[in-house]
């Protein structure tokens, strides 16, 4: 069936450090995928998405590109903040409109 | 309104009581999904409402558990018998379903505790 791998966690890094959180999903088809975030204390957000292959979702420096040919939607930022403390949650759009998740990597941003 | 609202924010229950959670979507959104996520876990799916269709049930966990939703709007998900194994935050979302890539807008969760 349908699923999504992300990496676990935590991952904990430096400030100004590179980010990478892996993220691959199996499907039958080519899915809508996401990237939710959710700070602490906090309700889920949408952080970025792409709808079909090669899609690039951007957003607050973060980016994600879809690649079909490694089923993959990785998120990465340049330089991370303190601020960007929090769990990041990969999803796909499975037939019936419901979203399959991953299940969750905790990003440290340490000081 | 402008989100999701979910009330209460915070429950505490004894157990053997009953709760009911309320969910307002987005208005205009056609699907409502009921999640919970117990603590430093991932989301687990219970229930999807998508317009007049009959919901999907499969993710319920026993059936203590129920939600209606009424008008296409308002939702309530009422857990029968709390145990302290239903402690989590639940969680609502809605959307188009169909339009804007199927993206999920949440709501602020309850927290239960049941003591």
């Known amino acids: 069936g349908d699923s999504v791998t992300q990496m676990e966690g935590p991952v904990t890094l430096s400030e100004e450090a590179f980010l990478t959180i892996n993220c691959t999903y199996t499907a039958t088809g080519y899915p809508s995928l996401f990237w939710y975030v959710q700070y602490p204390g906090e309700g889920l957000q949408l952080l970025l998405k792409?709808?079909?292959a090669d899609d690039k979702g951007s957003n607050k420096g973060f980016e994600a590109t879809y690649r079909k040919e490694t089923t993959s939607f990785h998120l990465e930022k340049g330089s991370v903040q303190v601020s960007d403390s929090a769990v990041y949650f990969c999803a796909q759009l499975d037939s019936n409109y419901q979203l399959i998740w991953g299940a969750g990597t905790k990003l440290i941003i340490k000081p | 309104g402008a989100g999701v609202s979910q009330s209460p924010s915070n429950k505490v229950t004894e157990k053997g009581k009953d709760v009911e959670l309320r969910c307002d979507p987005i208005s205009g959104h056609t699907a409502l999904y009921w999640y919970r996520q117990s603590l430093g876990q991932g989301l687990e799916f219970l229930i999807y409402?998508?317009?007049?269709?009959?919901?999907?049930k499969s993710g319920l966990p026993s059936d203590r558990f129920s939600a209606e939703r009424t008008g296409g709007s308002v939702s309530t998900l009422t857990i029968q018998r709390t145990q302290q194994e239903d402690s989590a935050v639940y969680l609502c979302a809605s959307s188009f379903r169909d339009r804007g890539g199927g993206t999920q807008y949440f709501g602020p969760g309850t927290r239960l505790t049941v003591l």
């Open positions: 409402f998508q317009g007049n269709s009959a919901p999907d």
């Open positions: 792409a709808t079909k």
